[in-house]
C-alpha cells in the first residue's frame, strides 16, 4: 500500500467518523427535544401506593417510566456510537497526518 491509498482510506475514515458524531448529536438532540420518539424497549406498569382512607393513588404512570427508561438507553447507545465515530476520525486523521522523522548525527 503506498502513501497515497493510505491519505485516500484516511480521508475516508475521517469522514465516516464526523459523520457517526453529528448524527448521533442530531438523534440525541431530536429525541430530547421531543420531535421523534425514542424506540421503546420496554413497558413498565404504573406505580400505585395505598393511603389507608383514600385507597390506591397513582404514583407515576407506567408510560412515563418507560419513556424515561427509552430515553436513557437511547443517550447511551449515541454516546457510544459517538465515541466510536471520535475513535475512527482519529484514526483517519493518523494516517492522513504525515510523520517526518529527523535524525541528527552525534558529534564525536
Sequence with gaps: MNLKDEKVIGYILLAVGVTMIF???????????????????FNLPDIFITIPGIGNVLLIPGGEISKMVAMSFWYLLMFFIMVAGGKVASLGVSLVREIKVELKKEKD
Excluded: E, I, K, R
Excluded at 448524527?23 to 424506540?39: I, Q, R
Design 23 to 41: 448524527l448521533s448529536v442530531y438523534f440525541m438532540f431530536s429525541v430530547f427535544t421531543g420531535s421523534t420518539a425514542p424506540p421503546m424497549l
